[in-house]
Each structure stands twice: as structure tokens, then as C-alpha cells.
């Protein structure tokens, strides 16, 4: 499970760094997700290997701007690649109504199916690769952090079960090995009931903008990883200088320590916070202030960062890229490679 970071500015983009967007990428093949899409998305997307036909599905945090705000051109730009297969967005309900008006008002035809999943009710999404869970946050708007966890993780068959049932070998135990539910003599049997995990499952906490990092403990169970949003440093917060509704690098620190999750990266960024030390105030001041209250692994988030969390659960920095071709290269990396139009 690789994590690209697409935008990890706050509010507005500076030169460095673009609004919120990040993408969780599978382990194989050209299948990744969207965490939040603010204004120019897209375009980071061309900066890396990743592709409109491998998006599985879009996840919104929350209404404002700076993360959602680049959906729609998105949604058109996959619409004249050619996209085909339907794409699931999970996001607030508010979000659905937004952009159908938005895409029907610029003739904005769409050649695939827009599946709205509102989160305001969601139990959980899934598919064969991963399991999502949301949970409520505390911020200006109503906010929701996503859980991603893996539902297959490198699975081996339950042959015992398969032979006490009497499902003859064959084709159907193959079905199922790969993840296809089969039918047979009228009864549908579902891959998972048949799959033995032998492996602990990954699980990455991405929080949305949130002023109360403990509302993630639940959510943080089992998890490796927590992506959060520091906004500010303490200093700036008291005083009062800060934005309402945002966490500090403190506060998350905090939590993450007393949970005992083994990394921490650090995102959404305010603008205020330059990359260069030395010029007023600084993302160093973060880290700084971060390090601390923990004594985890801890990473800043940058514009095209890749972090990689292998199936060990550890958590490892690839190597920065220029272009799309020394992702496609990196060693380990998944062929992600983008088709020309």
C-alpha cells in the first residue's frame, strides 16, 4: 500500500504545495484511491504515472473548497480519456446534488456511471482489495475521517471448509482463491467465507480537517499508519491566529503517542508555514513542535511525497520523483504507466 501525496496545503495553494488530494494506491496493477480532490487535482495527477482509468473510487472529507473543489473537473477529464467503468464517490450528500448541477450546467456528458455513496449513513464501502470505514470529526463543517484496511491480505484457501461442504476442486476453489463468488447447484458461495488471512491486515487512518484527534481512537485500532492534518503550531494557536476547526502539530502528536500508533504523517499544511527555514515561520517549526510529543516514526507530508507501507508494517520513503517515468521505474513500484490521449 503506497501513499502519494497530490496537495498538502491548507485553504490555498502556494508554490510549493497544492490543496488537499491524496492517493492510496494498491500494491499491483493500476488500481488506486482518492482521498479528498481539491482545485488542481488533476493536474498533480499528471505529474505522476497514476491514471483516470485506475481511479476505483473518490472519498470527500468535507464540503469546503480546498478539498473538493477540483471533483468536477476531474470527473470530466476521466469522461474524455474514455473512461467507461462507473466510479464510486464516497462523500458528504451535499456533494452528489453539487455536482450532477455542476456537470449538467457545462454539458458535461459523462460516458460512465457517478455511484454517490452519502456518508452522512454509510455502514462501510468495499471491494476485493479494501474495506473503508468512516468516521465523524469535529470541524467548521461536518467532517469524516476514512479507516482503509486490506480485505485479502496474501490469502490462502480454506481447504478444510471447502472439502466438509463437498465444493469439488476444481475451477470453483480457483474462483474463489481469485476473489469471485461462484454459484453452485443454486447456492451462491462468497469468496471471503472461504479465504484465511495469513497475515495481519494493513489499516491507514486518513483524518479529515478536525480539532479533536481523539475522535479517531476507535478508528486507530490495529491501524499502522495515521495520516492527519496540522494545520497550525501551538504558538500560533494561542495566539489566536488559528483558524477554528483545525488540530495543531501538538495535539496530534499527543494522541498519536498515547495510542501507541507506530507512524505519524503530518499534512494541510497553513500557508503561512514556509518550506525554506529561516523566513518567518516554517514547516521545521512543525516537525519541531511534533517531535516533542512523539517519538514514532513522523513524516511531513510534501507535494508528490510516496510513502510505502509494506506488508510488515513498516513505513518507508521512496524516492522522490521528477516525471511520471521514475515512478514507473522505482524499483518495487506498481506499472502505473499513463496512456496518451
Known amino acids: 500500500m503506497d501513499l502519494l501525496f497530490l ?3 491548507s485553504g490555498t495553494p502556494t508554490r510549493a504545495r497544492n490543496v488537499t488530494g491524496l492517493a492510496l494506491l494498491e500494491d499491483s496493477g493500476k488500481g488506486w484511491y482518492l482521498i479528498d480532490c481539491g482545485e488542481g487535482t488533476q493536474h498533480q495527477v499528471l505529474r505522476t504515472p497514476l491514471t483516470l482509468h485506475g481511479l476505483r473510487a473518490i472519498f470527500i472529507t468535507h464540503v469546503h473548497g480546498d478539498h473538493c473543489y477540483g471533483l468536477p473537473g476531474l470527473l470530466a477529464s476521466a469522461g474524455m480519456a474514455r473512461r467507461q467503468q462507473p466510479l464510486d464517490i464516497i462523500a458528504p450528500a451535499a456533494i452528489e446534488s453539487w455536482v450532477r448541477t455542476t456537470l449538467a450546467m457545462s454539458q458535461s456528458g459523462l460516458p460512465y456511471e457517478l455511484r454517490f455513496h452519502a456518508v452522512e449513513t454509510l455502514d462501510s464501502w468495499r471491494n476485493q482489495q479494501m474495506r473503508v470505514e468512516a468516521t465523524a470529526l469535529s470541524h ?11 480485505t485479502r491480505p496474501d490469502p490462502r484457501l480454506d481447504v478444510e471448509r471447502l472439502d466438509r461442504e463437498g465444493i469439488p476442486r476444481g475451477p470453483l476453489w480457483g474462483a474463489l482463491m481469485h476473489g469471485n463468488d461462484v454459484e453452485l447447484a443454486g447456492r451462491i458461495l462468497h469468496s471471503e467465507d472461504y479465504l484465511l488471512p495469513t497475515r495481519t491486515s494493513r489499516r491507514i487512518v486518513v483524518g479529515g480537517d478536525n480539532d479533536r484527534p481523539g475522535l479517531l481512537r476507535e478508528a486507530c485500532q490495529g491501524a499502522q499508519l495515521l495520516v492527519h492534518e496540522a494545520t497550525y503550531t501551538q504558538t500560533v494557536a494561542e495566539a489566536g491566529k488559528a483558524e477554528f476547526g483545525h488540530s495543531t502539530a501538538a495535539q496530534v502528536a499527543a494522541f498519536a503517542a498515547e495510542i ?33 510529543h512523539y517519538d514514532g516514526q513522523l513524516i511531513l507530508a510534501e507535494d508528490l511525497l510516496r510513502l510505502r507501507l509494506d506488508k510488515a508494517g513498516q513505513l518507508q520513503r521512496m524516492d522522490r520523483f521528477a516525471n511520471a517515468d521514475t515512478l514507473a521505474t522505482a524499483p518495487g513500484s506498481a506499472s502505473l504507466k499513463t496512456p496518451h490521449a
Not at 140 to 150: A, L
Open 7 to 9: 496537495g498538502t496545503s
Open 140 to 150: 467548521r463543517v461536518p467532517s469524516w475521517g476514512y479507516s482503509f484496511t486490506e
Open 260 to 292: 501507541g500508533v507506530p507512524n505519524l504523517v503530518l499534512t494541510h499544511f497553513s500557508a503561512r508555514y514556509q518550506n525554506i527555514p529561516g523566513r518567518g515561520l516554517s514547516v521545521e517549526d512543525i516537525r519541531a513542535e511534533a517531535a516533542r
